[in-house]
């Protein structure tokens, strides 16, 4: 049981379908967690990193039609074709979520007390009373100081930090075995993306989950995730262990992106050094890869077919790339 | 919760005196005069002698300021005056047809709010399909059908058709249920549309998702979530239906030849009894008054956010 991943996903692909447009935001991605382990998924805005992680736990909003392909098995279960009722008993139970933005996340007219305590009375059948005790003990354990006194508070009386660890108190009240946080510091002040990270971290450690951390911000990758995926335009460019990922990174849109970090020793006033150009809209098929518009390595052959994921010279790194692959075998 | 409560009313006291001002001049500006009727009512023909004579004898010759004064200074003890044309007491004949508007009033408030939490859930539950259809076709029709004709088809229906319930005066419990189905029908469907796009913009926060994250269903989420975020809107705009519901009385008191404030204020306006259309029209409006802050109060208990900018 234990060699085997809590969350395996294999070729999974997403379409959305709305009445007036239809798009494929995950295309044919690959990835596994295992227990006690933090996967990072990276990428920019729009690649398709938050629709991969809630599409199949069903978490899309109404109105748009989800058709998935591939496979999501959730230990050794397979949520593809599974029906809503079935995934609705896994959500929160088995998965916890943590969303971006903890100003809107909770629900403004509600006491946080109950919105904790609710969980534990859905997944671990406690009495209200048990179930109080039970969030009092969470807000103990995500750092809240005067516990008591916040669980009869508004989410409107907490700051942004505070909320975030309510959003985390709640994910993990029903004892998930998985984690999953959507850019849980993106919304946050600076000095408070760390404590919550760390937070984060700390928790994943000690209470032996599974987390996947979908982010933007490489140096949340750095701080806390064992293993990367790097999505670009809806497939995996890149993915590995972390150290070996960030430290050389081999396709051309990874080491772009860790390019444009700013660095100390850069000069006042220089121009950040992004990517030139825009990421390619998703509404129609891209034929070969998806970057090669606005890679410095891109040779002709780049746009005939899209390129596989290939094992690099280092067994563990898995690279998207045609030019970087030149010669090597596909996966 | 002290301090906003003492400054509504405050607000309240002011907005009363500004509304007896205006119900004065409304009232004193209206054409016709009163005095004729009264000659005529006696029997006497309405020469400019006897005429003036009337006026003399019922205050109407006095300094219009002079008139105000006297009557308000009255009706904030409660005396509303002698009417005209009856020549009793305006104040006890309105203190049992008050107790009956208000009953009528409160049974309708109470059942708009049940048929628009219904319509409005069922249409929110099953959004653009068959239920949320017919709750919004019904709303429709509600809306549009003037609460005169409502009556009468009721009447129409219940009363004539299957004889089940009866169609005028005051026989007993069953006596009400027409009449406030037909008050109710208006508000009801106005309101069944604030509940379901009140929820279904509610379904679409964030916190929303997270509700789904927990593993919540969508009637927990409906019931549990998103009703508490609506239900300050939803007092807000019960509040105003029920004070419309005042002149939808007018229209039906008479109709179901009910003797409430309603029906006495049209036979005031009839007869251009001002004393009667004035005590009637203040009731109104502090009616009205009174409405709104109880809106305030429980839109302050039942909203967080707004509670604490006042605590």
């Known amino acids: 049981m234990h060699d085997q991943p809590l969350l395996d996903v294999s070729n999974l692909t997403v379409n959305l379908l709305t009445a007036k447009s239809a798009v494929r935001p995950v295309d044919g991605v690959s990835y596994s967690v295992r227990q006690g382990e933090c996967l990072a998924i990276v990428g920019e805005s729009g690649s398709g990193k938050t629709v991969m992680n809630f599409a199949p736990l069903g978490l899309m909003p109404t109105g748009v039609t989800t058709m998935l392909s591939g496979s999501v098995k959730l230990e050794g279960r397979e949520l593809i074709g599974l029906p809503e009722a079935e995934i609705q008993k896994l959500r929160g139970k088995s998965v916890g979520f943590i969303f971006q933005d903890p100003m809107s996340a909770l629900n403004p007219v509600r006491r946080i007390g109950r919105q904790i305590a609710e969980m534990a009375e859905l997944h671990l059948n406690m009495t209200s009373k048990a179930a109080e005790a039970r969030a009092l003990e969470l807000v103990k354990l995500v750092g809240i100081s005067d516990p008591a006194a916040r669980l009869r508070q508004y989410p409107h009386e907490l700051s942004g930090g505070l909320r975030q660890r309510i959003v985390i108190a709640i994910a993990l009240a029903g004892e998930p075995k998985l984690l999953i946080a959507d850019e849980p510091t993106t919304a946050l002040d600076v000095t408070v993306q760390a404590q919550i990270l760390r937070l984060l971290k700390d928790v994943q450690r000690r209470l032996n989950m599974a987390m996947v951390l979908i982010t933007h911000d490489m140096g949340v990758v750095a701080g806390a995730a064992d293993n990367i995926v790097v999505m670009y335009a809806a497939r995996a460019a890149e993915c590995g262990p972390v150290d070996k990922v960030l430290v050389s990174p081999r396709h051309p849109y990874t080491r772009g992106l860790i390019n444009a970090i700013p660095r100390r020793e850069d000069p006042i006033g220089l121009e950040f050094r992004g990517l030139p150009g825009i990421p390619p809209t998703l509404g129609a098929p891209i034929k070969g890869c998806a970057l090669a518009p606005r890679c410095e390595l891109a040779v002709p052959a780049c746009g005939n077919s899209r390129p596989p994921l290939v094992r690099s010279d280092d067994s563990a790194v898995l690279v998207a790339c045609p030019v970087v692959n030149q010669g090597k075998a596909a996966a | ?311």
């Not at chain 2, 309603?262 to 029209?281: E, H, I, N, S, T």
Request: net charge positive.
């Open chain 2, 1 to 311: 919760m002290i301090h906003f409560i003492s400054k509504r009313l405050k607000h309240s006291l002011v907005l009363l005196f500004m509304a007896s001002v205006v119900c004065f001049t409304l009232v004193v500006s209206a054409p016709g005069n009163v005095a004729v009727l009264i000659a005529e009512l006696r029997g006497a023909v309405a020469t400019p002698g006897y005429v003036e004579q009337v006026e003399e004898e019922i205050g109407l010759n006095k300094p219009l300021l002079m008139r105000y004064v006297d009557w308000l200074g009255d009706a904030v003890r409660g005396d509303f005056g002698i009417s005209y044309r009856t020549g009793q007491d305006v104040s006890a004949d309105l203190a049992n047809r008050m107790l009956v508007t208000g009953i009528l009033i409160a049974g309708s408030a109470v059942i708009a709010t049940l048929i628009s939490l219904a319509l409005g859930f069922l249409g929110a539950f099953w959004p653009y399909k068959l239920p949320d259809r017919v709750s919004r076709g019904l709303a429709l029709l509600g809306a549009s059908t003037p609460t005169f004709f409502v009556g009468a088809l009721m009447i129409y229906a219940f009363s004539v058709t299957f004889q089940l319930l009866p169609s005028f005066g005051f026989d007993g419990p069953k006596s009400w249920i027409l009449p406030w189905l037909t008050i109710a029908v208006l508000p009801a469907a106005v309101l069944s549309r604030v509940v379901r796009v009140g929820l279904e913009e509610a379904m679409t926060s964030p916190f929303v998702l997270t509700a789904k994250s927990k593993g919540l269903g969508r009637t927990a989420i409906l019931f549990r979530e998103a009703l508490p975020n609506i239900t300050p809107i939803f007092i807000n705009a019960l509040g105003t239906q029920v004070g419309l519901m005042t002149a939808t009385a007018i229209i039906v008191e008479p109709l179901f030849a009910w003797q409430g404030v309603g029906d006495y204020f049209l036979a005031g306006v009839r007869f251009r009894d001002f004393m009667v259309v004035q005590a009637c029209l203040l009731i109104f409006l502090t009616f009205f008054i009174v409405v709104n802050l109880i809106v305030d109060l429980a839109v302050l208990l039942t909203d967080p956010r707004i509670r604490r900018q006042w605590s």
